[in-house]
């Protein structure tokens, strides 16, 4: 196996919990546009779309958009398999129209029009007549729109290459988005069946795009992303989480495995109190997104390394602000410490965020061919 030519057998044997015959495949969530723009000096049609809208416009054809989606899909093979990923990120575009979204300026290097932020204190659904009047989404339009960025992609991907498509948000996230976390919070209290009822309508969603995307000839695994805490914990105490969240979880599980495709969940937050639950009742295959200041990728490594895959955390921070020379010794540390015995892939501890340095982006991807050489080294 060439190390430099992207293959997913590689990330596939780490989804095993096994060392991949050369060396250490690399994981990300997904890659801000401004950075796939930055490192493929080509420019993305339709990086600020609603996606959802232009794919039902071009099944109406309207073929100025497939044109441009066709270039943004090769566009994004580029960038992946140029790095040396095994895999390319489909991010499915979200179902659930909101308008709780404060617009601010973005201060990051690689800067777009607006940095989006959701509203934390409204929500498009705070009452049952806010829920009934929602326009849910319906699900043969949800396949459909599915179908065809899956299709568009798969027909340009490479020989060993595989897609790995990612939920538009998570069961968790997309209720609390809706509601905004303060409304969510006080109809926990004072109206629980309301919030039954957004989990049950979420959850539905999430877990059919689960269901038709391992379906999928050339998907080779499923990612869900699903943020749940904050550095000290969880946002909801582990009796909310197992009655409401985990249930939904695990059926996006099941619905992947079912097809026998590997499940990686990306949540954020200090989720040690209910990683067993995720591990041993979710079902979890692979956890991403971690934090040196509060769960840093090597401890989790060290804890549940011997049942699920463990990807990224190369710390945002440092992957953002560390001087080149100190980070080339933190990431080569990880590597030391993660990769042997296999069940590691090198990434970012959350995404390929508009704000990281790319001199150490790019520096944490040279360094994985280098020193991540199976079998790996003491150097």
């Known amino acids: 196996m060439d190390v430099d030519k992207p293959d997913f057998e590689r990330f596939y044997a780490v989804l095993h919990l096994e060392e991949p015959i050369d060396r250490i495949p690399f994981y990300d969530l997904f890659a801000d546009p401004e950075v796939i723009e930055a490192i493929t000096r080509d420019e993305?049609?339709?990086k600020y779309a609603d996606m959802y809208s232009i794919a039902k416009s071009i099944l109406?054809?309207?073929?100025?958009?497939?044109?441009?989606?066709e270039h943004d899909m090769i566009l994004q093979i580029k960038f992946y398999?140029?790095?040396?990923?095994?895999?390319?990120?489909?991010?499915?575009?979200?179902?659930?129209?909101?308008?709780?979204?404060?617009?601010?300026?973005?201060?990051?290097?690689?800067?777009?029009?607006?940095?989006?932020?959701?509203?934390?204190y409204r929500g498009v659904i705070e009452s049952r007549d806010d829920f009934e009047k929602y326009?849910?989404?319906?699900?043969?339009?949800?396949?459909?729109?599915?179908?065809?960025?899956?299709?568009?992609m798969a027909r340009h991907l490479p020989e060993n290459v595989m897609i790995i498509p990612l939920t538009p948000g998570g069961v968790l996230e997309n209720v609390m988005w809706l509601m905004g976390f303060v409304p969510f919070s006080k109809a926990l209290r004072r109206d629980r069946k309301l919030?039954?009822?957004?989990?049950?309508?979420?959850?539905?969603?999430?877990?059919?795009?689960?269901?038709?995307?391992?379906?999928?000839?050339?998907?080779?695994?499923?990612?869900?992303?699903?943020d749940m805490g904050y550095k000290k914990g969880p946002f909801l105490s582990p009796e909310i989480l197992r009655e409401l969240v985990f249930p939904w979880q695990r059926e996006c599980v099941a619905n992947v495995h079912r097809y026998g495709k590997p499940f990686i969940l990306h949540s954020c937050g200090n989720l040690?109190?209910?990683?067993?639950?995720?591990?041993?009742?979710?079902?979890?295959?692979?956890?991403?997104?971690?934090?040196?200041?509060?769960?840093?990728?090597?401890?989790?490594?060290?804890?549940?390394?011997?049942?699920?895959?463990?990807?990224?955390?190369?710390?945002?921070?440092?992957?953002?602000?560390?001087?080149?020379?100190?980070?080339?010794?933190?990431?080569?540390?990880?590597?030391?410490?993660?990769?042997?015995?296999?069940?590691?892939?090198?990434g970012c501890g959350n995404t390929v965020a508009n704000y990281v340095k790319l001199e150490n982006y790019l520096a944490m991807i040279r360094i994985g061919k280098k020193y991540g050489r199976y079998p790996v080294k003491r150097w």
């Open 135 to 152: 326009p849910w989404p319906d699900l043969s339009e949800i396949q459909d729109i599915f179908l065809l960025l899956y299709n568009t």
């Open 81 to 120: 398999t140029s790095l040396g990923y095994d895999y390319v990120v489909l991010q499915i575009p979200s179902p659930f129209p909101r308008t709780n979204i404060i617009l601010a300026e973005d201060v990051a290097p690689l800067k777009r029009p607006k940095r989006s932020w959701q509203d934390e």
């Open 272 to 346: 040690r109190i209910v990683m067993e639950d995720l591990i041993n009742y979710v079902g979890i295959d692979a956890k991403h997104s971690f934090e040196d200041t509060s769960y840093p990728v090597t401890e989790y490594k060290e804890l549940y390394g011997d049942r699920i895959a463990i990807l990224g955390g190369v710390d945002m921070d440092k992957l953002s602000r560390s001087p080149l020379d100190e980070f080339i010794e933190y990431v080569k540390d990880i590597i030391r410490r993660c990769a042997p015995g296999g069940g590691y892939a090198l």
């Open 195 to 226: 919030v039954e009822d957004m989990f049950k309508q979420v959850g539905k969603v999430i877990s059919f795009f689960c269901k038709i995307s391992a379906e999928q000839e050339k998907v080779g695994a499923m990612s869900m992303g699903d």
């Open 44 to 46: 993305l049609k339709l």
């Open 60 to 69: 109406k054809g309207d073929s100025k958009y497939l044109q441009a989606l």
